[in-house]
């Protein structure tokens, strides 16, 4: 009888320890999916960063090479247009941008932010946007139904309540870098 009782008792963790063999296993399954579909969503974002740094790159050299406003640049001063320009928050509109970019990540720490008419400015161009003798620089990247024509919504990556004291600046000078600018 002792001996039965010990075969059973040996027999049940024999189980036991298959069980949790196998429960590790398909734990280290579910891991290595999960780390996979990260891996993924990693590739796609430093992709996205890397082309943004290189237009970023791009249009820095430009403005190192030559003022603004200095005539032979390719951004003359009468190639600009007025636009009234006013802010938005991810609180008010949501963090995902209409090109596909999360708001929340940290390459948007790099890059400020503009929603536009894409009637009127292609998605992915470069704006200088010139508020109170200062020229900015902006990715258009997002979009608003309140967005039409020439209106321009700033991203902050603050509270609405400091969106909300930027107000609305009408005859802003903005010059819009598109692909064509570059040659492209």
Same mark, same amino acid.
């Given at each position: 009888?002792?001996?039965?009782?010990?075969?059973?008792?040996?027999?049940?963790?024999?189980?036991?320890?298959?069980?949790?063999?196998?429960?590790?296993? $398909?734990?280290?399954? =579910?891991? *290595?999916?999960?780390?996979?579909?990260?891996? !993924?969503? /990693?590739? &796609?974002?430093? @992709?996205?960063?890397?082309?943004?740094?290189?237009?970023?790159?791009?249009?820095?050299?430009? $403005?190192?090479?030559? =003022?603004? *406003?200095?005539?032979?640049?390719?951004?003359? !001063?009468? /190639?600009? &247009?007025?636009? @009234?320009?006013?802010?938005?928050?991810?609180?008010?509109?949501?963090?995902?941008?209409?090109?596909?970019?999360?708001?929340?990540?940290?390459?948007?720490?790099?890059?400020?932010?503009?929603?536009?008419?894409?009637?009127?400015?292609?998605?992915?161009?470069?704006?200088?946007?010139?508020?109170?003798?200062?020229?900015?620089?902006?990715?258009?990247?997002?979009?608003?139904?309140?967005?039409?024509?020439?209106?321009?919504?700033?991203?902050?990556?603050?509270?609405?309540?400091?969106?909300?004291?930027?107000?609305?600046?009408?005859?802003?000078?903005?010059?819009?870098?598109?692909?064509?600018?570059?040659?492209?």
């Amino acid at each position: 009888m002792k001996n039965v009782a010990i075969i059973i008792l040996i027999a049940i963790l024999v189980l036991v320890s298959f069980l949790w063999v196998m429960k590790a296993n $398909l734990d280290y399954a =579910e891991i *290595k999916r999960l780390k996979g579909e990260q891996l !993924e969503k /990693d590739k &796609q974002y430093l @992709e996205n960063l890397s082309e943004l740094t290189a237009r970023n790159n791009e249009l820095q050299n430009l $403005l190192t090479e030559q =003022e603004v *406003k200095d005539s032979e640049c390719i951004l003359y !001063e009468e /190639d600009y &247009q007025m636009f @009234e320009v006013t802010a938005y928050t991810s609180e008010e509109c949501g963090y995902i941008t209409k090109i596909g970019m999360d708001l929340r990540e940290n390459y948007s720490r790099y890059f400020n932010i503009a929603a536009v008419d894409p009637k009127i400015i292609p998605l992915g161009s470069i704006l200088l946007i010139e508020i109170d003798n200062q020229v900015y620089t902006f990715l258009a990247a997002d979009t608003g139904s309140l967005i039409k024509d020439h209106k321009i919504d700033l991203y902050f990556r603050t509270t609405p309540d400091k969106a909300f004291d930027f107000g609305t600046h009408e005859g802003v000078k903005v010059w819009i870098l598109d692909n064509k600018k570059f040659g492209q």
